[in-house]
């Protein structure tokens, strides 16, 4: 065999990986090959991955072996597809517009319930697993942070990533093989621009089913609403978004996308320099200046639609002056008021997350080919 043939991803190997793996068969709704096959297809072409079994391949089969166990899952527990998920608000910001303290800040609330970093990485029991003690989860959760620090050394600076905190959905969206996630991760920029794209209605109903499962297995939630929050809404999941969950509160986090831009090229350089022979920083602002140009273009014409008030903007520079005010501010418009323990929880989340605690983010915009000058003529939209 050659090393071309070694290093070429397939569908089908992939599909039987998992298959073998799991000693499961029934992949449920086949709905999501077209996107699988695209991603593998664009993988083998573009990214130049210095060990693509280990990295896409491992994280492809990963995802292929959870929906396997999600469908055994609702097959185990019928009565899970009851779970009735009320969404309460979902954070819609490009990424690096403080939307992790935002989210962060509403999920604190006693009233209001996100995802945990363990849970969307392992979101079902494991093999023996004792119900209601997702202990071993959170442990092997906890060696994957190191393991991503190891492999990933910039990464601590950029963007706070821990086992135990709340966290994005889009990990829970990778299973779909539509997400932002992989054109974050990898040099597959055919694939990111078709993926955004796409109808995304089939795998957000598939989030759906990922929120039911996980909140079967915490009675804990129930009572609460659910505080949804990644930058792939915007980036290319909007439609889907809405489709399933229409009449969620839709929390836009804004700063100025010369600020925003850099800083992102740089969170996915730090995934991508050391695993890809065809990834080049100075074409990165190029790629990502389309990608967040055609989500806030769609987005802005996608609010003229909407209800008054379904959108509630925030100001970045009011979330870094006056979080707590901010966020009284957004739970108000969402409609659940503001309390003392909201207040207490939010105080307590804020000493939590000190930025002070982690190292500082070193980056150029011209690294990435770009200018503020481009930059200001590329989103002048923005203003009007």
């Not at 093989?177 to 990111?192: A, I, K, Q, R």
Request: a negative charge.
């Amino acid at each position: 065999m050659d090393q071309n043939a070694r290093n070429t991803l397939s569908v089908d190997g992939l599909l039987a990986r998992a298959r073998a793996e799991t000693g499961l068969d029934d992949y449920g709704d086949m709905w999501f090959l077209e996107p699988l096959s695209k991603l593998v297809d664009w993988v083998n072409a573009e990214a130049g991955l210095i060990a693509p079994d280990a990295g896409a391949g491992m994280r492809i089969a990963s995802a292929l072996s959870d929906r396997l166990k999600l469908v055994q899952y609702f097959k185990d527990h019928p009565e899970a597809h009851e779970e009735a998920i009320d969404v309460a608000c979902v954070v819609v910001g490009l990424p690096r517009t403080g939307s992790t303290v935002v989210q962060r800040l509403l999920a604190s609330s006693p009233k209001l319930t996100s995802l945990f970093w363990w849970e969307t990485t392992f979101p079902l029991p494991f093999p023996g697993e004792v119900p209601g003690d997702p202990t071993p989860r959170q442990e092997m959760a906890r060696q994957v942070v190191d393991s991503l620090l190891e492999l990933w050394p910039d990464f601590e600076s950029i963007d706070p990533i821990e086992a135990m905190v709340v966290s994005e959905e889009v990990i829970l969206l990778d299973r779909t093989f539509l997400s932002t996630s992989y054109d974050s991760m990898m040099n597959v920029p055919s694939y990111g621009f078709w993926m955004a794209d796409q109808d995304h209605a089939p795998a957000y109903r598939d989030l759906l089913l990922w929120l039911k499962a996980i909140q079967h297995q915490s009675p804990w939630r129930h009572g609460r609403q659910w505080v949804l929050k990644t930058p792939h809404h915007v980036l290319g999941g909007m439609n889907g978004l809405l489709a399933v969950f229409p009449d969620a509160k839709l929390v836009m986090t804004n700063r100025d996308v010369a600020d925003v831009l850099p800083s992102y090229c740089s969170m996915c350089a730090s995934m991508s320099v050391n695993t890809s022979t065809t990834y080049r920083r100075e074409v990165q602002g190029a790629y990502w200046t389309a990608r967040f140009k055609t989500g806030l273009e769609r987005f802005a014409a996608l609010r003229r639609t909407l209800p008054a008030g379904q959108v509630i903007d925030i100001d970045y520079r009011d979330t870094v002056s006056d979080p707590i005010g901010t966020l009284e501010r957004v739970m108000i418009a969402v409609g659940l008021g503001f309390d003392a323990a909201d207040r207490e929880a939010a105080e307590a989340c804020m000493a939590d997350n000190v930025r002070d605690k982690r190292p500082r983010h070193k980056y150029s915009a011209e690294e990435f080919g770009l200018s503020q000058e481009q930059i200001a003529r590329d989103f002048a939209f923005m203003a009007d």
